[in-house]
């Protein structure tokens, strides 16, 4: 393409040059142009289309900088289509094709991508209302699962002071029992006694027995008749107390 335009640059000089001679020729019919007229002419000539050459080349430079200025322009452009593509895929839009489009398929696209917008806009807002419900139902749910575990624990501390009251009346039951116990071996043993020292008197007899002897049974007797009134009373309170 360059050099075409180099020829028709040198044809176009050369044409002037032509035209020049024939101007310049033309008063002067009578008298021949000179040789130097000639020769200058034609370095003149020369030199233009020198000149103009050198002042076609940079404009050839410039225009294989512009050429891969548009390439690289032309690739980042479609690298960006790609990765638009990629996102109106996942929002289920159709991708923008890499030819060109007219105004009316332009205007087309952009209307379904309109709606497509529309309807996913309004399936975001009802996902958006229905987490709202959820999340709702999730705090009524943790607020009413919070005041059973704070029932449960009010229960708990009930239940374990009911607990400790009850070890320690079971401690003070053993205890009880075991007073209880003490006072039925002792009751037991008195009454043993009782029935010996009554034996003795029946087996010797009064008359037989001197007065301090008598008087020493007699009062054995009624110390543990009366000891053996104080432990039955004694162990009837204590399983009066073990009852309740």
Request: glycine letters at 2%; a negative charge.
């Amino acid at each position: 393409m360059s050099q075409s335009n180099e020829q028709e640059d040198v044809v176009v000089v050369e044409e002037t040059v032509v035209e020049t001679v024939e101007v310049t020729a033309e008063p002067k019919k009578s008298a021949p142009i000179p040789l130097y007229l000639v020769i200058l002419l034609f370095a003149g000539a020369v030199l233009m289309m020198i000149f103009v050459l050198n002042t076609r080349k940079p404009q050839v430079a410039t225009n294989q900088v512009d050429k891969a200025q548009v390439k690289a322009l032309k690739a980042d452009l479609e690298a960006r289509r790609v990765d638009l593509n990629r996102q109106r895929e996942a929002l289920g839009l159709t991708p923008i094709s890499s030819e060109s489009e007219s105004v009316d398929e332009i205007a087309a696209r952009l209307t379904k991508d309109a709606s497509t917008l529309v309807a996913l806009t309004g399936s975001f807002h009802h996902l958006i209302a229905e987490k709202d419900q959820e999340i709702s139902q999730k705090s009524a749910d943790f607020m009413q699962a919070e005041q059973a575990r704070q029932d449960a624990m009010t229960e708990i501390s009930r239940l374990q002071t009911e607990l400790q009251t009850a070890q320690s009346a079971a401690d003070d039951n053993r205890l009880l029992l075991k007073q209880v116990n003490d006072l039925k071996s002792q009751r037991d043993e008195l009454k043993a006694n009782l029935d010996a020292a009554n034996q003795k008197l029946s087996t010797y007899g009064k008359d037989s027995l001197t007065s301090d002897q008598a008087g020493d049974l007699t009062r054995q007797l009624n110390e543990a008749t009366r000891a053996k009134s104080f432990l039955e009373k004694r162990v009837a309170e204590l399983e009066a107390k073990l009852g309740n």
